[in-house]
Nanobody
């Protein structure tokens, strides 16, 4: 699986932005796709995930209520719709995927085998 993220940019606080991540390769029934982010000087942290088998979505507390993760019907593209953006959302956003996901690990970086190259989001105050 190869992932290509896009959609980052420079926006003002309160704005919205939609990130996309196109995936190549087969989408297995146990596929999970996720977004992580890494702020300057920080660790890569979980933002949101969507799991095909469970038809469920998962969010970090910082993202819940403002961000929405979704996929196209073929599970070839994962989106992250971000609204009410804050300066603390500034980071490089990475998409990730794995074909063997488990509920207990869906929020962990180590659970994802495939990673995109990242797209930068800068939110000015």
């Amino acid at each position: 699986v190869q992932l290509q993220a896009s959609g980052g940019g420079f926006v003002q606080a309160g704005s919205s932005l939609r990130l996309s991540c196109a995936a190549t390769g087969r989408a297995y029934s146990n596929l999970a796709m996720a977004w992580f982010r890494q702020a300057p000087g920080g660790e890569r942290e979980f933002v949101a995930a969507i799991w095909r088998r469970a038809s469920s979505t998962y969010y970090a507390d910082s993202a819940r209520g403002r961000f929405t993760i979704s996929t196209d019907s073929a599970w070839k593209t994962v989106f992250l719709q971000m609204s009410s953006l804050k300066p603390e959302d500034t980071a490089v956003y990475y998409c990730a995927a794995d074909n063997a996901m488990h509920t207990a690990t869906i929020r962990f970086r180590s659970a994802y085998k495939y990673w995109g190259q990242g797209t930068e989001v800068t939110v000015s105050s």
